[in-house]
Nanobody
């Protein structure tokens, strides 16, 4: 079955950390760039970070540079998003995707 399954979301206080995981199945994971998006209530979905397949070249939205790190394990077919120094404005549903396939999303809430 071709799918992406995210996990690792939750409630965290400002300044806290979370690590999101997205495990892929049903396709050759290492051949695809992977991306993390997020969507906050009432806002459009935005690209947070991306990582290429082989070279692991990464890009980040300006709003998360220096705080978030995207990485991947092509043996475990998993892409990660390490989120540090979280802010209330990071609250959103986070989705991973390859070129055309989306996961179901995982909720991240940053609140005291």
């Amino acid at each position: 079955q071709v799918q992406l399954v995210e996990s690792g979301g939750g409630l965290v206080q400002p300044g806290g950390t979370l690590r999101l995981s997205c495990t892929a199945s049903g396709f050759t994971f290492s051949m695809y760039a992977m991306r993390w998006y997020r969507q906050a209530p009432g806002k459009e979905r935005e690209l947070v970070a991306s990582i290429s397949g082989a070279s692991r070249r990464t890009t980040y939205a300006d709003s998360v540079k220096g705080r978030f790190t995207i990485s991947r394990d092509n043996v475990k077919n998993t892409v990660y998003l390490q989120m540090n120094s979280l802010k209330p404005e990071d609250t959103a549903v986070y989705y991973c995707m390859n070129d055309s396939l989306w996961g179901q999303g995982t909720q991240v809430t940053v609140s005291s």
